[in-house]
């Protein structure tokens, strides 16, 4: 082994400069010293300085978040799911064609689809390489199962209706081809149903569907696969704990885990959340959202997105001769300060309205106080009513007949705190006009069974969900009149009917958005309802969360279209690194 020789660096002209130093008196080698010292710390911040410029702060994975659910869940599978708890779990361990972003129907499992000519074929292309959490690949024959379970009628789906009249055909394990019997255009938005794995359920049959325990423990293609359920001793679920799933085919979500612990009630969700144990809860009510959110000093906020529902008192004219006057509609439409309802009930989480339109299509908002209680009496007076001694006008009911019509209501709805307090401020509005009202309660399911069902009610205090579709068929076409259909003003009007129509068979969104506005105009003209607010969709979420994007909802499910976005911590990261 050869010795390499020795090498010295030296600092040119260094001897000379120490030389020099040590000539330096006491006070200017202090000099000196502060005068180096400082040079150093400058250059220590300079570099800081241009590193942080080179660096920026990028969302982190990690963390889990906990969020509370008022119910239980029962059958996780969006065949079956009916309940928000089911329909929430489902949207994160499930995964459809496409999914709902920002108030947009986006691909998801799908790369992409393309519509025919004439409105009746939709095929669409899945991305490649998609696998269930268990492995499985995923191909157009899950699809088409899937489809078929929903239409299979012994499984009683309620995604039945939507898929009625429709054949879904493989092409290719890669490709899927709907055919419908009649143009429909809001059918794209059905295509966001999670699709579930052919290789299990084939082998469950009709009469086990529902008892099979994955629908308590599923294996899906969603963004969360199942870590572990906990259950009481009676085999009840009490809890979930949902992992990010490695093999997911879209962007993993930062947020690590989420786990979800179940209450009997509102209240003791509410008490979870203050005390600590759960990090989240869905739908808040407005009135503890005001609370909750007053408290700056907690670890969470709220947060809010206007919901594609409307709320409104819906006339029945044929059980009130007083209603089936115009006048009396417009007038007691024209006497509710819609804006003071929205302050009052939804303690300002939620919009006025003034039509039939959902907010995500845009539905009007009534300014500020805009109410005219003389100018409704006016009304009323012009049309031949006369008010009595007992403040409340009255009308004969026909030209030479002695029989007198009262302006008397009465005023149907749920028991839910906010309905009654609704209904409420609209009877204290509705005697200040000179009308007599009645407020009748029931429990939501006597409700539907007994008085809406049936149509035996004079006027409903009642909500309308439009859903992703934007489809008002059911609530305003005149063959929707009777149950099942929802046209509960019972309301008809053929120019409506032809609007409704061709809606649904339109292709074009500028043609659907005059549509939407003619119909908007059209039945409010009409006055068969008196349409109130529109509620937000309220959020209880840890402080530390961010990257949350509501958008507008159509189901509190729809919260988790963005999940992937989500995240708890940041890191420091090279700018030509950041995603």
Known sequence: ???????????????????????????????????????????????????????????????????????????????????????????????????????????????????????????????????????????????????????????????????????????????????????????????????????????????????????????????????????????????????????????????????????PDQDHALSALESGTIDSLPSVPPQEAAKLASNSGEPYAMISAPLSRIFGVFFNQNMNAALADPAVRQALDMSVDRSALVGTVLYGYGKAVSGPLPPSLGSGETAVGQTDVAGAQALLEKSGWKKGDDGIYAKKAAKGSAKVLPLSISLYTADAPDLKQAAGELKDSWIKLGAGVDVKVFEPSELYQNIIRTRAYDALLFGEAAGRDNDLFAFWHSSQRNAPGLNVAMYANSKVDKILEGIRSATGTDAMAASYAELDQMIGADFPAVFLYAPDFVYAVPKALKGVDLGVMTAPADRFGSVSDWYLGTERVWKIFAK
């Open 1 to 263: 082994m050869t010795l390499q020789p020795y090498k010295e660096f030296r600092l040119k002209g260094g001897s000379a400069i120490l030389d020099c130093i040590r000539r330096f008196s006491a006070t200017e080698k202090l000099i000196f010293g502060i005068l180096v010292l400082t040079a150093l710390w400058a250059a220590l911040i300079m570099a800081g300085n241009a590193n942080g410029y080179f660096m920026t702060e990028v969302p982190a994975e990690g963390g889990a978040l906990h969020e509370g659910e008022v119910g239980l869940p029962h059958t996780v599978n969006p065949v079956l799911a009916v309940t928000d708890v089911d329909r929430d779990i489902s949207s994160l361990v499930y995964a459809g064609l496409t999914k709902y972003k920002d108030g947009s129907i986006v691909p998801d499992l799908a790369s992409g689809w393309s519509v025919s000519a004439d409105g009746l074929s939709y095929a669409f292309t899945l991305r490649p390489g998609i696998e269930w959490s268990d492995g499985t690949p995923l191909n157009a024959d899950d699809v088409v199962f899937t489809v078929e379970r929903i239409q299979d009628p012994s499984l009683k789906s309620p995604r039945a209706a939507e898929w009625a009249g429709v054949t879904a055909t493989a092409t290719s394990p890669t490709s899927v081809l709907f055919t419908l019997r009649q143009p429909y255009s809001p059918f794209l938005a059905n295509t966001g149903v999670g699709i579930i794995p052919r290789h299990i359920w084939s082998h469950v049959s009709d009469d086990q569907f529902i008892f099979s325990e994955y629908n308590i423990e599923p294996v899906g293609a969603g963004p969360y696969k199942v870590a572990g359920v906990d259950r009481d001793q009676g085999g009840i679920p009490t809890g979930y704990r949902l992992s990010a799933w490695n093999g997911y085919f879209g962007k993993k979500p930062y947020v690590t885990d989420i786990d979800f612990s179940f209450f």
